[in-house]
């Protein structure tokens, strides 16, 4: 069984791919020119392996082609009508089949079915809603990020990275921060971490002070991107309000702090970072170090000056810095 | 018997538990198997949405630090860290640690990625071995390269400097010879970027085997089958593992593994857990279970996922020292692993890690090979000792090795639909070949060095005893000074005294026997309590014995063989002891020693009780405690005043005593290593050399004496075992010539009809009738009333009883009958009594009555009887239910059955004991008997059967009949020591002299009667009391029959040997011919009628049976066999030893006739054909 079906893929693979490939290829100018299907494909495309190997050849084509060849995939795919296949898949009751009928059919540029995807973007199942959300992306654009609004899951990490991915494909729009602001006060965390991201990536300035506030937030994760994203939008006041912060945060933003610090710091955290070089905690304080010895003016110097006074205490601090800054 | 059946109950329990774990294995197997292709569908299909070269791409990937550690790995090290740095993975840093390789390794990295020192305040969050220096590239292209020189300290030292050094949020630790596919990590560490509220602490990826595998610069180009066998069975030992197993973890959260390969971790976890712990070989595993029990014990959600792709290949060993090395390694790593956390061993509060993967790995990964090898040094001593059925040996090994086929198979498939990384035919076949051969040489191999893994565990004992009470919660990380490596810091490679492992040069068989030594030192102190304890046990029996019953009769030397029994009993028990012990030692020596003393004060208390039950019964109780009821055993130990405070309180104070011995005394014995081994081989010695077998054997003469010297335990023990193992006659049953008659021409035979299907049915005799020539003929039929009195032995019934008779009247009665003095009884107890005496029927296997509901259709006095138009009737002071008699009687459809129910008001009861009393004494039970009679109609065959000299012998009038005991005692001229003697059994006596006094009213009260001319009385013992010591086994069933009637003619009286199986035939014979009853002409009557020889003789062949549990005994001629004990009967029926193998052979054979016959109708055969039944049916 598993050895014919395996022969039987071979077989349409040898008759369709280069057909496949050639007619992708062909310049097709005419817009209503249609494809010309030889009988015999027809016939083999009665069968529904064949169809889907044909899917599977668009899609992964499609994946890595824009331009006319990529509406060449889209033609050719309505042609056959192949959609009908991925229909009847979005309807199916296997989370696998119906996510692979989302993706076929955003990836096939089918508008028309934006609603009916839509209506996926809260599905108990991880990969229908995440297909679905990607799927609005890719249809609408930064528009589409409107499901943010309503959706009810966390987006992971995972879904989050796939998400910016398929913006780039847009064109960004021109101020989208008001929806930014709106996101930064949703339930769901993730989405605030989202939109956070997005502000950071898109540089949108005007929502410094609204992620800032997020710096508030309970969720430590929510203020460990509010820290990154305050980076990228950094203004002159940004260093003094993560300095004042610091005291209030968990080790692991702490040290981001610091990091952050290493390249948006000026003279006006010497003071703070020169106390923390007498904290017992090492790692806070090779980092302070490592803050003042790069950011700050002279800290570099400084530093040096403080490890003469006190060697037994930092003089190791001084080598460790020195060697990783190559100064 | 006895000791001999002990190879065989372990033999059977072994193969038993043998068989369940198997099957459990199976199962478990087969459902991780199922449950784990479930998963690896799953993830797939999870995949094929995955577009993996997005997480390359971008700047918000997780940051990881590899670590690998690197140990005189100078050949290849260049390469390895080339393949390394090869990796896809934008935000990295790949740290090796040279943990003091003494070759050139560190000068190779050196030169070859343009190494420098640098200068490093390295943070010693996990305490380490020192490192001598950082290095890092002059070389942009290597800046995630560091390179870490530390003192050698082994592979968990080396990854906890890795730690310690690490920058990033992940750590991905690895073998530095492993080579992993581009893009193993973007795909290790997704499941971290899917986490949700649970959060992933650890992923583990699957290993493959490289060996012969085409690599080229650090990349795998081709993926090949090994060439060699060694590698190519580990190739299918790891398929087998990965696909059909690590999945099926994972997806139920339970993983514990991470193969030390390949893993990833979140730092800030590993961190708080301390990292990894040096003090086991195991640390790869030890880390995943230790991170699992932090989160559970934090009750934070978490998991440890798993990625089915394979992305790790490394090189397998290919040479056996070097594999065995490993897997030797792997079972200490797991046993230490697992005991540092046995705390989650079946702890509901771990979740699925303690309810089943800490069990899972305890039985299975751990236990399997040491089951195994256990299972085939069992096998080899029961092969050696004859007790394996070879042919179900074979089918159970077939279905094993096919079971392991089927699974290697299963895996190969699976392996082949998945991922398909061995494209070509030939290597798929080669795959299958390598599956067919694994059981017979690799996997009994790498049992082997699992074994040899336990061995090395069991050297170092003290050094994992120390580790495993560390424990968990406890342990700190030093705080430690972070220490600045300068680059100025002599960069010489200097060789370590630390060597990570040594070889280990002596012997196998010598270290095991060093271990048994060093456990039996141990065990000798228990042994020396054990003995003690038993010693007091018996001081305390005969303390009871003496208070009770006076000296006993030859005194000394029963004395002498009770303490030789006694020995006998300590050697085998404290052999036996030691196996469990030196088992459980391995496992848990506290729990071993709690074991060993909680068993040796039961074994104890059992000894204990057993000497109170002998106390009071004078009968060492055998099985018959298997064959009653729970309601039977309450009436009986309640009746007899068993259980008081004060022998409650006696107890407790013994288990004081004994706690206080167990706990001091062992602790003080010390012996050497010779001393250990000479009482070892003393013990074993006596237990080779047949002396226990030998002890049992020795007897001091008189019944009571040879009573009171057994150990009671071994006693009960070995009677125990051999009813629950019972020993069939070894033949088939239906063979003809085995049914054959005896060919002595002195003895009765019967002549069978039709054997096969009704073993004991055969044609009539009409000789049986000997009551003809005796009595006159009525006018009417004859009334039949049977007295049995209980307990009414010879012993003290009848002229020249040997204890003097303590039966005035019916002595005086049977100068008046026919009198049968050497009658014989067919039970020990009374259970035998209805189906003997009544229906001459045989005794299956607990006595006829213990049959119940598969009593077969059967005919009696009783049903015939009824059939020629008799009344017939049952009378028992007692509870007829008692041994199922009221079913018995029922059956055969005995009209009136009167027992202690039927006793309305105005009848007095027997005094009570705890409550308990048996019911009605002898004079009430006849009062209640007239009273129903009046009503009776004529002819009537009444049953009557008493029960007020059963223990305890309490009666109402007590003091009347001591004061006739006393007065007994004169008459018969007693001295007053002898009468001193008599006082301590006064009670068992008074209550006899109370039954002769009833049956003396019964008999006064008839003579009143216009039934009484034609009435005849048998009066008979349902058995001889055996609470007044015995004389010899025969004792046990002498009793008296006494034929008494208005209607006979002549009195006589007979000294031939019959007994009650002949009682049934003899009167229903009488009946047709003096009065033309209808009776069947076959008939399955064990007895051919009693003889009516006025001199001693033994015409006939007849089984006996002592308990409700062993038959026994068999008489035929003047001869009478017990077990394999063979007597000659003298004219006083007395027993005297004769050794006589032809003779011994013949009654062998006499009573395997008796028994292939009985096996019959224990197997649910038939007595007797329809057409005879349902004629004479009731």
């Known amino acids: 069984m598993l050895k014919y079906r395996f022969l039987y893929k071979k077989s349409i693979r040898n008759k369709l791919e280069v057909w496949i490939t050639q007619s992708i290829l062909d310049d097709i100018s005419d817009e209503g020119a249609a494809f010309e299907i030889p009988e015999k494909f027809r016939r083999i495309l009665q069968n529904k392996v064949a169809r889907q190997f044909v899917i599977d050849e668009l899609v992964s084509s499609k994946k890595n082609l824009t331009g006319t060849a990529g509406n060449n995939i889209v033609k050719l795919y309505e042609e056959l009508d192949l959609k009908k296949d991925s229909l009847e898949k979005m309807s199916s009751t296997q989370w696998y089949i119906k996510a692979k009928g989302i993706q076929e059919l955003y990836l096939m540029d089918q508008n028309d079915m934006l609603k009916r995807i839509y209506k996926n973007i809260n599905s108990r199942n991880e990969y229908i809603r995440m297909e679905a959300q990607t799927g609005i992306i890719h249809m609408s654009g930064f528009d589409g990020l409107r499901f943010l609004d309503v959706v009810a899951y966390p987006l992971t990490e995972w879904q989050q990275l796939k998400l910016l991915d398929q913006l780039k494909l847009n064109d960004v729009k021109e101020n989208f921060s008001q929806s930014i602001i709106r996101w930064l006060t949703s339930h769901n965390d993730t989405v605030i971490i989202f939109a956070l991201k997005l502000a950071a990536e898109y540089q949108q300035f005007s929502v410094h002070n609204d992620a800032a506030r997020a710096l508030h937030h309970t969720n430590g994760n929510v203020r460990y991107q509010a820290i990154k994203t305050l980076k990228r939008l950094a203004n002159e006041t940004t260093a003094s309000l993560l300095a004042n912060h610091f005291p209030k945060e968990n080790q692991r933003n702490r040290l981001l702090i610091l990091e952050v610090l290493t390249d948006i710091g000026s003279v ?60 | 018997m006895t000791w001999s059946t002990i190879p065989e109950i372990f033999f059977e329990v072994i193969t038993a538990l043998v068989f369940i774990y198997s099957a459990l294995l199976v199962i478990v197997y087969v459902l991780i198997a199922l ?259 932090y989160m559970e014990e934090r009750k934070e959600k978490y998991r440890v996922t798993y990625i089915p792709d394979p992305l790790c290949w490394t090189e397998a060993p290919a040479t056996y020292t070097i594999l065995g090395r490993q897997r030797n390694r792997w079972t200490r790593g797991t046993y230490e692993t697992l005991m540092l956390h046995k705390k989650m061993f079946f702890n509901p509060k771990y979740g699925i890690m303690g309810l089943l993967s800490y069990p899972y790995w305890f039985f299975y990964e751990l236990s399997a090979p040491l089951i195994e090898f256990l299972g085939f040094v069992a096998f080899f001593f029961f092969a050696i000792a004859g007790l394996i059925d070879w042919s179900f040996f074979f089918l159970y090994l077939l279905m094993i090795i096919f079971f392991g086929y089927a699974y290697s198979a299963f895996a190969i498939l699976m392996e082949v639909t998945s991922y398909n990384m061995y494209r070509r035919r030939t290597d798929i076949l080669r795959l299958i070949l390598t599956a067919i051969s694994e059981p017979f040489y690799f996997h009994s191999f790498v049992v082997w060095s699992a074994i040899k893994g336990f061995i090395d565990l069991l050297k170092k004992n003290k050094g994992w005893g120390e580790m495993t009470r560390q424990g968990f919660a406890k342990k700190t990380t030093p705080q430690v000074q972070p220490v600045l490596v300068t680059a100025t810091t002599a960069t010489t490679v200097v060789a370590s005294a630390d060597l990570p492992e040594r070889e280990n040069k002596q012997p196998a068989v010598l270290t095991v026997f060093l271990l048994l030594l060093r456990v039996g030192r141990k065990y000798t102190g228990f042994a020396v309590v054990l003995a003690m304890l038993l010693l007091l046990c018996r001081f305390v029996e005969w303390g009871l014995d003496l208070y009770t019953y006076g000296t006993p009769l030859f005194a000394a030397k029963t004395l002498m063989i009770s303490v030789l029994q006694d020995a006998s009993f300590i050697v085998k028990a404290t052999v036996a002891l030691f196996i469990p012990f030196l088992v459980l030692y391995f496992i848990h020596k506290k729990t071993a020693v709690v074991f060993l003393s909680v068993l040796s004060i039961l074994l104890c208390l059992t000894q204990l009780s057993l000497s109170e039950y002998f106390i009071k019964t004078l009968v060492p109780l055998g099985a018959d405690l298997w064959s009653y009821s729970w309601n039977d055993i309450r009436q009986t130990v309640g009746a007899s005043g068993g259980i008081n405070i004060t022998v409650t309180l006696l107890l407790l104070l013994f288990v004081l005593l004994s706690v206080a011995a167990l706990a001091v005394i062992p602790k003080k014995i010390k012996p050497g290593n010779a001393t250990a081994l000479l009482v070892a081989l003393v013990y074993t010695g006596l237990l080779m050399s047949g002396f226990t077998s030998k002890a049992e054997e020795w007897k001091p003469g008189p019944e009571n004496s040879n009573n009171l010297a057994i150990n009671k335990t071994n006693f009960f023990i070995a009677k125990s075992l051999e009813y629950f193992f019972p020993m069939e006659p070894d033949v088939d049953i239906y063979a003809a010539n085995y049914l054959l008659s005896p060919t002595d021409k002195s003895i009765v035979k019967f002549r069978y009809t039709d054997e096969k299907q009704y073993p004991f049915l055969h044609v009539t005799d009409s000789s049986a009738d000997v009551f003809t020539p005796f009595f006159d003929t009525a006018a009417v039929h004859p009334n039949i009333v049977i007295i049995a009195v209980e307990g009414l032995g010879r012993a003290f019934c009848g002229d020249g009883a040997y204890l003097g008779s303590f039966t005035p009247f019916i002595d005086s009665l049977a100068g008046k009958s026919l009198y049968w003095e050497n009658f014989l009884s067919e039970g020990g107890r009374t259970f035998a009594l209805l189906p003997s005496l009544t229906a001459s029927l045989p005794f299956a296997s607990n006595g006829f009555l213990e049959m119940k509901g598969h009593m077969p259709d059967h005919l009696s006095l009783f049903s015939i009887l009824k059939n020629n138009h008799y009344q017939t009737g049952f009378y028992y002071g007692g509870d007829s239910r008692f041994d199922n008699m009221d079913y018995f009687l029922q059956r055969n459809g005995v009209e009136h059955i009167v027992d202690e129910a039927a006793f309305a008001g105005g009848y007095t009861k027997m005094p009570a004991v705890n409550g308990f009393t048996w019911g009605y004494d002898d004079k009430e039970l006849f009062r209640k008997y007239f009273e129903t009679l009046t009503a009776a109609k004529e002819p009537y065959c009444n049953f009557l059967l008493t029960v007020a000299s059963h223990n305890p012998f309490l009666i109402n009038n007590e003091d009347v009949y001591l004061q006739k005991f006393e007065a007994r005692m004169n008459a018969l001229g007693f001295s007053d020591k002898v009468k001193q003697q008599y006082r301590n059994y006064k009670y068992q006596y008074a209550s006899i002299l109370f039954a002769d006094d009833a049956v003396r009213q019964l008999i006064e009260q008839y003579r009143q009667r216009p039934d009484f001319d034609h009435t005849v009385f048998l009066i008979t013992g349902d058995h001889r009391m055996p609470e007044i010591p015995m004389n010899s086994k025969i004792d046990r069933y002498h009793v008296p029959l006494i034929v008494y009637s208005p209607l006979l003619k002549r009195r006589s009286t007979f000294s031939s040997v019959s007994t009650h199986f002949d009682i049934t035939p003899t009167l229903l014979q009488w009946l047709h011919r003096q009065y033309a009853l209808q009776i069947p002409d076959t008939v399955s009557w064990l007895g051919s009628g009693i003889d009516s020889s006025r001199s001693f003789r033994n015409i006939h062949a007849y089984p006996l049976m002592q308990t409700k549990t062993d038959i026994n005994d068999f008489i035929m001629g003047d001869y009478m066999l017990n077990g394999s004990d063979l007597y000659k009967i003298n004219t006083r029926l007395e027993l005297e030893p004769v050794s006589n193998n032809a003779l011994e052979e013949q009654l062998k054979a006499g009573f395997d006739r008796f028994k292939i016959r009985n096996t019959v109708i224990i197997n649910g055969g038939r007595l007797l054909p329809d057409s005879i039944f349902k004629r004479f049916a009731p």
């Open chain 2, 35 to 293: 449950y784990s292709i479930g998963g690896t569908k799953n993830y797939l299909r999870k995949n094929s949405f995955t577009d993996y070269r997005l997480l390359a791409a971008s700047p918000h990937i997780p940051s990881v630090s590899v670590l690998a550690p690197a140990y005189n790995e100078g050949k290849t090290i260049v390469e390895n860290v080339r393949s390394l740095l090869s990796i896809y993975y934008s935000n990295l840093e790949v740290i090796i640690i040279n943990d003091g390789s003494k070759d050139d390794s560190l000068v190779q990295l050196i030169e070859a990625y343009q190494l420098e020192k640098v200068d490093f305040l390295v943070n010693y969050q996990i305490h380490t071995k020192e490192v001598r220096g950082i290095y890092r590239s002059k070389n942009p292209v290597y800046n995630k390269l560091v390179v870490v020189d530390k003192v050698n300290g082994g592979k968990a030292d080396a990854l906890n400097v890795g730690i310690n050094i690490a920058s990033n949020d992940y750590l991905v630790c690895i073998d530095v010879d492993c080579v992993l596919e581009q893009d193993a990590l973007l795909k290790m560490m997704k499941p971290f970027m899917e986490q949700t509220d649970e959060r992933v602490i650890a992923s583990g990826g699957v290993v493959r085997i490289a060996n012969s595998c085409i690599i080229e610069d650090g990349r795998l180009v081709k993926v090949k089958l090994p060439d060699d066998y060694l590698p190519r069975v580990q190739t299918l030992e790891y398929i087998r593992a990965f696909i059909l197993g690590r999945m099926a973890w994972s997806r139920l959260n339970g993983l514990m593994l991470i193969s030390g390969a390949f893993g990833a971790f979140d730092k800030d976890i590993v961190l708080k857990c301390g990292g990894y712990n040096h003090n086991t070989v195991g640390e790869d595993m030890e880390l995943v279970v230790r991170m699992r029990r």
């Open chain 1, 268 to 327: 006006e955290q010497t003071n703070f970072l020169e106390n923390l070089l007498n904290v017992k905690d090492i790692t806070i304080q090779l980092k302070a170090a490592t803050a003042l010895a790069k950011a700050i003016p002279g800290g570099n110097e400084l530093l040096y000056q403080k490890a003469i006074a006190q060697p037994d205490l930092l003089s190791a601090v001084y080598l460790h810095v020195k060697a990783a800054l190559k100064l």
